[in-house]
């Protein structure tokens, strides 16, 4: 009789019996869990609120003790939840933004020949963007070092909007991978240049807008000045020629020669 056997001989008589049909029992429990779900979730969650340290501690110890199987799970949670966990990584950040800068160094210093293989990669393998953020965190710069506004916004779509033409002398601009330069290189210009804070110089999308490497160097540091822009004819003559297909990179300036036509004796 069961109430008449002894407690302790019971018990190991249940254990062996779930030892001996732990398919079974695996089943039963999972039918059990999949059929009480919301009364499980909720006493669970009941038990976290009541012991949050408790929890909290042992999901610690279990993370520390585990660290493969604790990096599966950030992983998938991860990926199931990816906004949720930008999100709070950006919050995070937020409230306190020295601590992770801290973070960041501490993790660059660490890992710094991994990381710059890595960029090396992303660079090689994506030139335009790569170029891009290059300018875009130059002008960032610039903006601070003056204390004038400054919006983050992808070079690339500047250049899109514009249809990738020269706004000052209406060539057809393009990106090229590497240094060097390019006749028809698309670069951004700032309408009131950033050195003119006084005048609203700053790096806002309405100040920007694209410009072959040629406008922009003649341009140099002042405004973007409509009645002083060149001829209609120049950008009809570059125009006709890179149709013919000789102002791309086949015009490549030597050194010298840029050097020159920054010194403003040369002239296309
Ligand atoms: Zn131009």
């Not at 610690?60 to 949670?77: S, V």
């Not at 406008?215 to 540091?221: L, Y």
């Not at 890179?242 to 102002?247: H, T, Y």
Request: aromatic content about 6%.
């Amino acid at each position: 009789m069961a109430t008449t056997m002894n407690p302790e001989k019971a018990r190991q008589q249940k254990r062996d019996w779930r030892e001996k049909n732990r398919e079974t029992v695996t089943e039963c429990n999972r039918k059990y869990r999949e059929a009480n779900r919301a009364i499980l979730r909720a006493r669970a969650r009941k038990y976290r609120e009541e012991n949050l340290d408790k929890v909290r501690a042992a999901n610690r110890k279990w993370f520390e003790e585990n660290p493969d199987k604790a990096k599966q799970c950030y992983r998938n949670y991860y990926r199931a939840n990816q906004e949720a966990a930008t999100e709070y990584q950006r919050n995070r950040r937020a409230a306190n933004p020295q601590l992770a800068h801290a973070r960041d160094r501490n993790y660059y210093e660490k890992n710094a020949a991994v990381i710059s293989k890595r960029a090396r990669k992303w660079r090689d393998e994506h030139p335009e963007e790569s170029r891009a953020k290059d300018a875009r965190g130059r002008h960032a710069r610039r903006a601070r070092e003056r204390g004038v506004e400054s919006e983050r916004l992808n070079p690339l779509a500047v250049f899109v909007s514009d249809d990738y033409i020269c706004q000052r002398c209406g060539l057809n601009v393009h990106q090229y991978k590497g240094p060097g330069w390019y006749r028809d290189r698309a670069t951004i210009d700032h309408i009131i240049a950033l050195a003119n804070t006084n005048r609203g110089g700053d790096n806002t999308s309405n100040n920007r807008q694209t410009m072959c490497s040629m406008c922009n160097s003649e341009k140099g540091h002042g405004d973007d000045d409509p009645t002083r822009r060149p001829s209609a004819a120049r950008a009809v003559r570059d125009k006709a020629a890179r149709d013919r297909g000789e102002l791309s990179r086949d015009i490549q300036m030597s050194d010298e020669a840029q050097a020159k036509r920054i010194r403003g004796r040369y002239r296309i």
